[in-house]
């Protein structure tokens, strides 16, 4: 009968002889297996969180050892190196610790607030804390560091070698795309520098030739133009009006006002000599409360300078109302006809003469230049 005496066999036994309990049939000892080999890492596993924590431990004793290490190489009179330097490092490093240990623990990636505290490192060169080399080398000590801790935190966890390498490969991966950050961040800070020293010489080149005050040509640019109009050119002889303009009354508004009405008097003035004159002219301040207009491609003899002239006149003897005064200055405009080949200085002389005679006559009018028979 089957199973009857003489057919039971050993339920601890295996067909190839192997006991239940794991020993070989001759007696012999398995050999010892890398226990959890088997299991993949990730983050947020018990193990790696456990390396995760072990470097958030250590996270301050890490920034503080490099930048010890980076101190003991520049040397403690190393200017460049002390206080808000050290901090730098120290910070740095640090935010790189805290995000890696927290990934190794939850599995989340850095916040945005942490990815932007480790890309602005990248203005570090930019604002001459550290150069662009130097900052590299920062954060390729930052992973040696780190490294160093997380192999020696796993070895006294007796973690499994395929636990460690993937924390390791967090670090290496983490050091990567910080320094990838840092230099967009570099690029953009470089970018913004460039831009904000383009506006400076802009600005600078600007000032040079213009009146801080009106904000109109100044004398320098007015000369350059007016040459520029009068200079031979072939055949045809251009023909240009230039304009004196002197401010009427200007010394008694600021004896009796003040120089900071008498200056915004000024501001007024400018702006409506400037909507005086015709598309293409140039309005300029020569200094005080001398102003000049360049009159091109006049095609009348004295006519068409004539009637800039007197829009002139009118617009500027209108009352300003300054700090609750009613202030009536008006303007005394003297207005010299000159072709291509002319002396420039020479036109100047004749529109200021004859702003003078304007003057003479009795102010708030204008007078045209004569040439002596």
């Known amino acids: 009968m089957p199973g009857g005496e003489g057919a039971a066999t050993d339920v601890g036994a295996s067909a190839d002889g192997a006991s239940a309990d794991g020993a070989s049939a001759d007696g012999d000892e398995p050999e010892p297996e890398d226990e959890g080999l088997d ?106 560091h780190a490294s160093a801790a997380v192999r020696e935190e796993g070895v006294a966890l007796d973690l499994p070698r395929n636990v460690i390498g993937f924390a390791l490969e967090v670090i290496r991966q983490g050091a990567d795309s910080s320094m990838v950050g840092m230099a967009k961040q570099f690029d953009v800070a470089f970018g913004e520098l460039q831009e904000q020293l383009a506006e400076e010489r802009a600005r600078l080149a600007h000032l040079a030739v213009h009146d801080s005050l009106t904000g109109l040509p100044n004398r320098v640019l007015f000369i350059e133009q007016l040459q520029r109009a009068l200079a031979p050119s072939g055949r045809r002889r251009a023909r240009i009006a230039l304009l004196f303009v002197d401010i009427d009354h200007f010394k008694n508004v600021n004896d009796r006002y003040g120089h900071s009405v008498g200056d915004r008097l000024l501001v007024t003035m400018a702006e409506r000599l400037r909507d005086s004159v015709r598309p293409g002219d140039t309005a300029a301040r020569l200094g005080g409360d001398e102003f000049v207009v360049l009159c091109e491609d006049i095609r009348g003899h004295e006519e068409e300078a004539v009637a800039v002239a007197e829009r002139i006149r009118v617009s500027l003897g209108e009352p300003i109302e300054i700090d609750g005064n009613t202030i009536v200055a008006g303007a005394s405009i003297g207005v010299a006809v000159a072709s291509s080949g002319d002396d420039p200085e020479v036109v100047l002389s004749h529109a200021d003469g004859a702003m003078y005679a304007a003057k003479q006559n009795g102010r708030g009018r204008y007078a045209l230049y004569r040439q002596a028979p």
């Open 39 to 144: 299991v993949p890492p990730y983050p947020g596993e018990s193990r790696v969180a456990q390396l995760g924590n072990a470097l958030l431990g250590r996270s301050a004793e890490i920034a503080v050892a490099i930048a010890d290490a980076w101190s003991n190489k520049y040397g403690p009179d190393h200017t460049s190196f002390e206080g808000e330097l050290r901090s730098e490092i120290v910070k740095v490093t640090q935010i790189g610790n805290l995000a890696v240990g927290h990934y190794l623990v939850t599995g989340h990636s850095p916040s945005n607030e942490q990815a932007a505290a480790m890309s602005q490192s990248g203005r570090a060169p930019v604002d001459r804390r550290l150069g662009l080399a130097s900052l590299t080398k920062l954060y390729l000590s930052w992973r040696d």
